[in-house]
T-cell receptor, first 111, second 111 residues
Framework: ETGVTQSPTHLIKTRGQQVTLRCSSQSGHNTVSWYQQALGQGPQFIFQYYREEENGRGNFPPRFSGLQFPNYSSELNVNALELDDSALYLC??????????FGPGTRLTVL | ELKVEQNPLFLSMQEGKNYTIYCNYSTTSDRLYWYRQDPGKSLESLFVLLSNGAVKQEGRLMASLDTKARLSTLHITAAVHDLSATYFCAAALLFNNDMRFGAGTRLTVKP
């Protein structure tokens, strides 16, 4: 087992830019969920991908989009970055359903 | 809409003491999770509670679930410094992948 990995670890962007975050799921897992955790708050569900298709979405605008690849790794894309997008972005993988294992996260700072 | 509330949000306790963190949720939930998060780190799964009356224990932590009261508790027995962290509860509905987190309880255990 390799666990869940995320890249990059840290990222600094400016308002209006676009960003792509990556997540590799644990071996054998086919589901990836993405969460946004603002400083001092609990994680908020962005969306989930199951077998390469979106399988549920939280209350986030369309500029948050994602992909899942045949190897079940996933990307989170955020367009037109806003200051409030600064947060820790967590992905979690599971074999269907709600997340089992969380990755280490990507810390995004928007200036 | 499923909402999750934790209390207290901040907890400072002495080593050797006992305390309980409370987690209330607003609508029927099929699953209740407890996570631990150390500063700057990801989420570590502690417990998954699936049915009314479920009780799980690991070391000095014990979690329980009362689905009728829509309440879960995390009880800390004889606290030690290593338990200092932020603890989150999260609730989810069957067939709904939107897992809702509480705001977290920041626990500090002092010698």
């Amino acid at each position: 087992e390799t666990g869940v990995t995320q890249s990059p670890t840290h990222l600094i962007k400016t308002r209006g830019q676009q960003v792509t975050l990556r997540c590799s799921s644990q071996s054998g897992h086919n589901t990836v969920s993405w969460y946004q955790q603002a400083l001092g708050q609990g994680p908020q569900f962005i969306f989930q991908y199951y077998r390469e298709e979106e399988n549920g979405r939280g209350n986030f605008p369309p500029r948050f989009s994602g992909l899942q690849f045949p190897n079940y790794s996933s990307e989170l894309n955020v367009n037109a970055l806003e200051l409030d997008d600064s947060a820790l972005y967590l992905c979690a993988s599971s074999l269907g359903g709600t997340p089992g294992i969380f990755g280490p996260g990507t810390r995004l700072t928007v200036l | 809409e499923l909402k999750v509330e934790q209390n207290p949000l901040f907890l400072s306790m002495q080593e050797g003491k006992n305390y309980t963190i409370y987690c209330n949720y607003s609508t029927t939930s099929d699953r209740l999770y407890w996570y631990r998060q150390d500063p700057g780190k990801s989420l570590e799964s502690l417990f998954v509670l699936l049915s009314n009356g479920a009780v799980k224990q690991e070391g000095r932590l014990m979690a329980s679930l009362d689905t009728k009261a829509r309440l879960s508790t995390l009880h800390i027995t004889a606290a030690v410094h290593d338990l200092s962290a932020t603890y989150f509860c999260a609730a989810a509905l069957l067939f709904n992948n939107d897992m809702r987190f509480g705001a977290g309880t920041r626990l500090t255990v002092k010698p």
